[in-house]
């Protein structure tokens, strides 16, 4: 004879069942509301501007030579900076204005301006060249008769002016370039920063010092054959570096130490060896290619926010498609100036 009656294993399992599927959909309705707090708050983020330190961008470059590749303000009103096809751009305290030159005579392209005074402005290339501009027009001299790069160049003055290539270290007396045969144990130098007539710093895979007479070959404590590509000097008893793979050093007295991680992460996209501006001893300013700007007080780097002011949805974006490198110039201590691979500049007052 058959029963009907549920045992009480069945009512536990039965029980047992019910909670089990309670749980389920409890926990996929928490999911579901997890995922629309996630998508209104992405939703939100997206239409607020991220955090910027610096003022709202001032186009330069309204051609489509955009790009806007290195940057040297010799004070608060003045600065030059060019583009990707050779046009000078430069600021007078009140705006922008292109200045009638071509800096890619022979298709060769310009790699680092440096201005050491008002209307007094060095132009290197990749092809050997210097090009002097006076405010007026350029004169072009020829440092490296074979050809090979001048990769960075830096003036202190319209009488004094340090550059590295391919070929060695020169330096400017005013008149004329001398050539110094330099290289550093494992190659080129890349980057130079002078403080005045008797001090100039350079570094690649080594670091050089210039002394006014002579240059001293230095290896550097960095490892795995990585190297400086940003290097700022505010006096000559202080320099600091950032190497392409993301480690910062520090100069004392001529003392290099590798003083650990740079914020910025690695710098092997920066393409212009102006990212970094060290204008007093204790302050530098650093920006990354994505457009985050970095101070640096004592032995410490903090981020300050982005350049440029964008959503955060754009922000995202840049991980996925970097904008191009950021130079920048901090003449003093109060006023930094930056210009973008969009053709922008942007002014702060610190």
């Not at 583009?83 to 009140?94: A, E, I, K």
């Not at 110094?180 to 008797?198: A, H, K, M």
């Not at 006096?235 to 004392?252: F, M, P, Q, Y």
Request: charged share 15%; proline share 3%.
């Amino acid at each position: 004879m058959s029963s009907d009656r549920i045992s009480p294993a069945q009512t536990e399992e039965s029980s047992v069942r019910t909670r089990r599927q309670w749980r389920k959909r409890r926990g996929l309705q928490v999911l579901a509301g997890v995922i629309g707090v996630i998508a209104v708050v992405v939703l939100v983020l997206s239409l607020v501007p991220a955090p910027t330190v610096w003022g709202s961008p001032l186009l330069v470059d309204q051609s489509n030579g955009g790009g806007l590749q290195s940057l040297s303000c010799a004070s608060s009103s003045f600065c030059a900076t060019f583009d990707w096809v050779g046009r000078l751009f430069v600021f007078d305290g009140h705006g922008w204005h292109r200045v009638n030159v071509d800096l890619v005579p022979g298709l060769a392209e310009p790699t680092d301006i440096s201005c050491g005074a008002e209307n007094f402005c060095m132009i290197s290339n990749d092809a050997g060249d210097m090009f002097r501009y006076d405010g007026r027009s350029l004169t072009r001299t020829v440092l490296d008769a074979r050809g090979g790069a001048i990769e960075s160049v830096s003036c202190t003055s319209a009488t004094f002016c340090g550059a590295v290539g391919s070929q060695g270290a020169y330096i400017y007396n005013g008149k004329t370039w001398s050539t110094f045969s330099l290289r550093g144990e494992q190659g080129t130098l890349d980057v130079i920063s002078c403080v005045g007539r008797s001090y100039c710093a350079a570094g690649g895979a080594s670091v050089a010092t210039f002394d006014g007479r002579f240059w001293n070959l230095q290896k550097l404590p960095l490892a795995g054959g990585d190297e400086i590509s940003q290097l700022s000097c505010a006096t000559t008893a202080s320099c600091v570096g950032i190497s392409l793979n993301g480690d910062w050093v520090k100069s004392r007295f001529g003392s290099w130490r590798v003083m650990g991680a740079f914020g910025g992460g690695a710098q092997n996209q920066g393409l212009t060896p102006k990212m970094l501006s060290c204008p007093i001893t204790s302050l530098c300013v650093a920006a990354a290619t994505s457009g985050v700007l970095y101070e640096l007080e004592g032995a410490r780097w903090s981020r300050l926010g982005y350049l440029f002011r964008q959503s955060w949805a754009r922000r995202l974006l840049e991980i996925i498609a970097p904008t191009p490198a950021v130079s920048l110039s901090c003449p003093t201590a109060s006023v930094c100036v930056a210009v973008d691979g969009g053709g922008n500049s942007y002014f702060k007052r610190i």
